[in-house]
């Protein structure tokens, strides 16, 4: 019995704590923080994709959302909610400058992104809309909301480079060190 | 001279040499409205795509509902619950939201065969102020203000009531033509827009105020579709007319395969059109105009009928039309003269920014005097709202000062 109990703590360490967070925010001086994508490199292991596709919608002439970052082999389904034609296709290395064809309202149609960069996806029928697919090597990431703040949960304990993604502005990388537990702050401020 | 006749006469001069105005073309704040760019409607403005003769034919709304694509939110003019209360109430409308304002400015270089000078430039050559937009769910406006040189001046105004989509009524300076002005490319004129059986007498392209009931519906599946237009207008240009007499016209076509006139899509057709300007489809219409001028001896009744033809196919557009134009009385002697004019332009898109393009043109007057027209030349968008044009009019008969004439045009719009 005494065994037991004392066997009971230890068992909780390991089933409640999973890694520490990394926490901060992004900001672009004069700008709208949000969808920028901060992600971790150097996390050992293999990521699977998720199983089922995510999506992004082409709504009200706008492909909703507008940055999606995603982990390598992840498929996107790209839907059409709209009553005009639209198309999707990409001038980027990284989606094999793939283009999918036009279709109607309601339909969709899938791509599976295996290379790792940023992805512009764009529609020919509409030359304003852009939408950008970030292919990001493990799941360790985030995007800003308006206020630029960001939480990356679960890190396991090591070294890192964290480094921010925008598709306009820039910002250096920087290392982080996520103990076994608890948060790391780290801040970004970008600029062209 | 006293201040007053120097006014009036500067007042005068004005308005004689008032501009016919051009037909109502591209317009930006239909772009600010739903936050979409020129190529959703246009591709070289003011040239329409197939979207955007159905976005036209919609009362200048979106097929398939507006609502979900306006980003500038009107201002309600009485909330939508008064059309309960009608007719106790005025019945429930809106107005853009914001500014309906917007300009193209015209620039332009020219070289003639003959004539002095033969080289010009003519920076700026014309200001336009452009509106358009939606009033309510059924009221939809067109107009522009032309400042040409220092004292030219047009105007014209369409308001527009489209209760069913094969009914719709049209106020103002109406567009009696079997083929909108507000497709041509180039700086010169469709020939039979320009061509008048005697100096100073009427021309196609006058400017028409007027009414005019038009429809359209789309076709089976969705596709393509007919389109009517029957019109009643001052004739003899000008906002004033001169007699009793109201000249007349119509308009028939019927639209083979492509979008539907109304909009609507279907995956055969999303198949078909992987760009804005492509469409496969095949055009066949008829247009009819009878009218009534003065002559010297009186008066001269005439008539102009033909067909039109407007082709997609792949990166290409071929169109065209040829009419028959008779005249009783046009020069007071009593003699009819018959004139037939007509033109073929193809246009090709070679890419999305590059259209080069060539139009040739007829004008047989009389079975006497025959004009051919060459009008080749090259539409380079250097943005969407930025556009440089280079055409020629080369013709075959060149005794005539300034026969041949060389343009390069520069203009944008926002």
Redesign the interface.
């Known amino acids: 019995m005494k065994s037991l109990l004392a066997f009971i703590p230890a068992f909780l360490m390991v089933v409640s704590w999973d890694g520490a967070s990394i926490r901060g925010t992004v900001k672009i001086p004069g700008r709208d923080n949000r969808d920028a994508v901060v992600y971790l490199e150097n996390i050992p292991g293999t990521f699977k994709a998720p199983a089922a596709p995510i999506q992004i919608d082409q ?4 492909f909703v959302p507008h940055v999606l970052p995603v982990v390598i082999g992840t498929t996107v389904e790209f839907l059409n909610s ?4 639209h ?1 999707v296709y990409t001038p980027s290395k990284a989606g094999d400058k793939f283009n999918l ?5 309601g ?1 969709t149609k899938k791509y599976t992104f295996t290379k790792l960069g940023e992805v512009a996806v764009l529609c ?5 809309m852009e939408a950008w697919v970030v292919v990001l090597s493990n799941p360790y990431f985030a995007k800003t909301e308006a206020s630029g703040d960001f939480v990356i949960p679960n890190v396991p304990a090591g070294n890192y480079l964290i480094k921010v993604w925008h598709k306009k502005y820039r910002a250096a990388a920087q290392q982080v060190t996520v103990p076994g537990n608890g948060d790391v702050a780290i801040n970004f401020t970008l600029s062209k | 001279m006293k201040p007053k006749n120097l006014l009036y006469g500067f007042l005068l001069a004005t308005f004689v040499s008032m501009l016919v105005p051009e037909s109502l073309l591209a317009i930006p704040s239909f772009s600010r409205k739903y936050g979409t760019g020129c190529s959703t409607c246009h591709y070289a403005y003011p040239r329409l795509n197939p979207f955007g003769r159905a976005f036209a034919n919609n009362g200048y709304r979106m097929p398939g509902g507006d609502d979900a694509y306006i980003k500038d939110e009107p201002v309600m003019l009485g909330s939508s619950a008064n059309k309960q209360v009608f007719p106790n109430a005025i019945w429930p409308s809106d107005i853009p939201g914001s500014s309906v304002a917007s300009f193209r400015l015209i620039g332009r270089t020219h070289l003639t065969s003959r004539g002095t000078p033969r080289f010009q430039f003519e920076n700026p050559h014309e200001f336009e102020l452009l509106m358009g937009g939606t009033l309510g769910e059924t009221f939809s406006f067109i107009g522009e203000v032309e400042l040409e040189g220092a004292d030219e001046l047009g105007y014209n105004f369409i308001l527009q009531y489209s209760p069913r989509s094969f009914l719709n009524i049209k106020i103002g300076n109406v567009d009696p033509m079997p083929i909108r002005e507000s497709q041509r490319l180039t700086r010169e004129h469709y020939n039979y827009g320009d061509f008048r059986i005697r100096s100073g007498g009427w021309r196609l392209r006058d400017d028409a105020a007027g009414i005019e009931f038009w429809g359209a519906a789309n076709g089976r599946g969705g596709r393509g579709g007919w389109q009517y237009a029957l019109g009643v207008v001052n004739g003899m240009g000008g906002a004033t007319d001169i007699d009793n007499n109201k000249d007349v016209y119509g308009r028939l076509d019927y639209k083979f395969g492509g979008l539907g006139k109304l909009g609507g899509i279907s995956a055969d057709q999303a198949i078909e059109s992987p760009q804005f300007w492509r469409e496969k489809s095949v055009t066949l219409g008829i247009f009819s105009y009878r009218g009534r001028q003065p002559s010297s001896t009186g008066r001269d009744d005439f008539y102009l009928v033909g067909p039109t033809v407007d082709v997609f196919y792949k990166d290409m557009n071929l169109f065209g039309t040829y009419l028959r134009q008779k005249d009783d009385n046009p020069k007071g002697n009593r003699i009819p003269v018959r004139t037939d004019t007509g033109f073929a332009e193809l246009d090709w898109v070679a890419k999305p920014w590059l259209i080069p393009f060539v139009r040739y043109e007829m004008t047989n007057i009389d079975l006497q005097r025959n004009v051919r027209t060459t009008v080749p030349g090259l539409v380079v968008m250097m943005r969407a709202n930025i556009r440089m044009a280079f055409d020629a009019r080369i013709r075959s008969i060149r005794r005539t000062v300034g026969t041949d004439r060389y343009t390069f045009q520069l203009d944008w719009a926002f």
């Open positions: 709504k009200k002439m706008v709209d009553s005009v034609l198309n064809g036009t279709w109607p309202q339909q020919n029928v509409h030359p304003d």
